[in-house]
């Protein structure tokens, strides 16, 4: 069993950067790759960005890449989500997921993931 939580969430303007943090229990958190999802108001919840157990893998959607970098520190069983020059279409609830068999194929499909944390509220104003 993995409980995930999520903070770092708040309210920025269009260029602006956040960092969400999500915390891991449990002492097998390097057996999990780890996902980072969103949520918009009327729209279903979408892949964002995905790493690898060991960190030596990292996926991105298109929408974010070259923007958002997802990072872990397993020794502090945590998984990072740097967002820089955030859009005003940024703004949504963001998710961390954590599977242990992450494949290219199904990354970013939400039944590959096992463990889900409560969420946190990114927003982005113009």
């Known amino acids: 069993q993995v409980q995930l939580v999520e903070s770092g969430g708040g309210s920025v303007q269009a260029g602006g950067s956040l960092r969400l943090s999500c915390a891991a229990s449990?002492?097998?958190?390097?057996?999990?790759?780890m996902g980072w999802f969103r949520q918009a108001p009327g729209k279903e919840r979408e892949f964002v960005a995905a790493i690898s157990r060991s960190g030596s893998s990292t996926y991105y959607a298109d929408s974010v890449k070259g923007r958002f970098t997802i990072s872990r520190d397993n020794a502090k069983n945590t998984v990072y989500l740097q967002m820089n020059s955030l859009k005003p279409e940024d703004t949504a609830v963001y998710y961390c997921?954590?599977?242990?068999?992450?494949?290219?194929?199904?990354?970013?499909?939400?039944?590959?993931?096992?463990?889900w944390g409560q969420g946190t509220q990114a927003t982005v104003s113009s």
């Open positions: 449990g002492r097998t958190f390097s057996s999990y790759a």
């Open positions: 997921a954590a599977t242990q068999f992450l494949a290219i194929a199904t990354m970013t499909r939400l039944g590959s993931y096992d463990y």
